[in-house]
C-alpha cells in the first residue's frame, strides 16, 4: 500500500472513531434528559404536588444549558478584566441583569414576585469581597463551578464540596466564636425574643444574623425615592430604570474606556487613518455584542430568570400554599422542616443554600444538633435533598450543562491535580463563608437582587468586584513565579 | 503547566488539566515573553478559557493561526502581533 492509500485509511479511520464518539456523546445527552423527564413524570403520576419541584427541575436544567453554552460564569466577569483585560462577561452579565430586571418588574408589579430585599449594611460588601477573593481561586463562582462539573471538571465539583461542608459547618458554629460576637449583637438577637429551641444566643452566626444584620435597613431603588415596588412607577422606574438600568450603562461605559476602546479605536483607524463620535458609538455596540455565545446565554437567563419566579408564584396560588414546607408535609415529608413549617424555597435561581442544607441533613443523620439554629432551624430547613425544590434546581443544573457539552463535544472528564484540588477547597470554603456572611452567592446577593432593585445586590457586587481584584493581584504573582523557571530554560 | 521551545520562534504551552483563570493567564503571561512573529501553540481542555483568549487576541492583536478541538481538548496556534 502507498503511503498516501495509508494516510487516508488512517484519516478514514480516525473520523470513523471520532464519529463513534460523539455519537455515543449524544446518546448519553439524551440518556440525561429522558431521566430528568422520567423523574417528572414519574413524580407527578404519584401525585401532583411533585410538579412544583419539576419546575425547579426544568429551570435548573435550562439554567445548566445556557451556563454552559455560553460559558457563562460570573467569577470570569472581572477577573477575566484584571487578568487579561476581557471585558465578554463583564458584557453578558449586565445583559443577563437588565433583562431579568425588565421581567421582574414585570412581575412585581402584577403582584406575582417571590423576591424579598435582604438588609442593606457593609456587611453586604464586605461578604462580597470575601466571596470574591475564593471564585477566583476557585476558578469559579457558585453557578459556574455547577456547570463546569456538568463538563466533567472534578475541580468543579470540589469546589462545590467545599462551599457546602463550609457553609453547614459555618452557620451552625458555636463555643469559642461565642467569644467573637460583640455584646451589643448578643443582647439585640437575645432581645429578638426566638424560640428557646433556636437560642439565637448561641452560635457566632445566629448572633450576626439577629444581631447586626435584622437590624440593617432593607432598601430598593423604588423605596428610596418613596415609591412601593409593587407599583408601576416604582417597578419600572425606580428599580429597573435607575436601579438597574443606569448602573449598568455606567459600568458598561467604564469597562469600555478601560478594557475595549483602545484596541477597537486603533483597528478603525488602521482601517480609515482617523475615527470620529459614530465610531465611539460602533466600538460601544460592538463590544455588547462582541461575543454571540454569552450575549444569547445572558438574555435566555434574563427572560428565564424571571419566568421561574412567576411560575412558582402560579403554582403556590394553585395550590394554596406559601412555601414547599407545607407540600413537603402532604407529601409525608416532614422531617428536617423549620421550626416555622418552612423550608428554603426562594421561587427563582438560587445556587448556596441548597448546597448547605444537604450536608446539613447528611450531619444531622450522623447526630450533629444542627437544627438549633437560625438559618437550618428557624428558616430553611435540611429537608431530604430527594424532596428538597432547591437541590433539584441544582442537580439539573449540572445535567443540563452536562447536556449541552455533551451535544458540542466538549464533556471531558478531568481529575483535579494537588495544586487545583487545593485551591479549589481554599476558593470553596471563602466562598461559602461569603455566602452565609452576604446571605446568599453571586446569583442569590448579587445577580437576583440587583435585578430586583434591592441595594444590597449592588454593594455584594462591589465588594465581590474587590474581591476579583485581589485574587487576581495574587494569581499574577503565583503564576509568574511558576514560570520564571520555564522561561529561564527556554532562554526567554 | 509545561512551557517549552519545539522549533526557532516556536513554543508549547501546555496547560491541560487547568481550569479558569489558570490557562489565559499563562497564555498572556507566554505571548508577553516570545517575540513579535512567534507562534505559541497553546494546549488546554478548559472551554471557558477558550472564549477569555479568543477574546484577549482580539485585543491584542495575536493572531489565532489554527483551532483544533477534539474529545474537549483544545490546540490552538497563536502569532504573537
Known sequence: MSTTAIDIATTEASNSALEKDLRKKRYWAYGVTVFFALISIGTFLYSEYYIYLSVYLWFGFIYGMCLQYGRFCFSSAFRDLFAVGVPRMAVGIMIATVLFAAVSAFITSTGLSTFHAAPTSIHAFIAGLIFGVGMVFAGGCASGSLYKTGEGNMSALLVILSISVTQALFADMAGWTNALVPDAWHESAVAKGLPDTINAGDGWVDQYLAGYVWNQPVLTFATLFGMSDESIAGAFLGNMLVGVLFPAALLLVIVYFGWSRRAFLRRRVKEKGHSTFRDELAGYWAMITANRRTAIAGLLLGIFCGLQMLVTQGLRVKFGIQNAGTLLERLGFDYGISINNTVFDPGYWYVTTQEAQWVGWVFNKFGADNMDNIYFGFVNGIPNPAVNPADWMSLALIGGAAVMALLHNEFKFKKPTLELAVWAMIGGALMGIGSRLGLGCNVGAFFVRVAQGDTSGWLFGLGMIGGAYIGVKFFNWWTERRMAKEFASCDL | ?81
Not at chain 2, 12 to 28: A, E, M, R, S
Not at chain 2, 55 to 81: N, P, R, S, Y
Open chain 2, 1 to 81: 503547566m509545561k512551557f517549552e521551545k519545539r522549533d526557532d520562534g516556536v513554543y508549547v504551552l501546555d496547560v491541560k488539566g487547568y481550569v479558569c483563570p489558570h490557562p489565559q493567564i499563562y497564555t498572556k503571561k507566554a505571548l508577553s515573553k516570545v517575540q513579535p512573529g512567534d507562534v505559541v501553540e497553546v494546549i488546554f481542555d478548559n472551554p471557558s478559557s477558550g472564549e477569555s483568549i479568543a477574546a484577549m487576541c482580539e485585543t491584542t492583536g495575536d493572531e489565532i493561526l489554527t483551532k483544533k478541538h477534539d474529545g474537549g481538548q483544545f490546540v490552538w496556534d497563536i502569532e504573537k502581533a
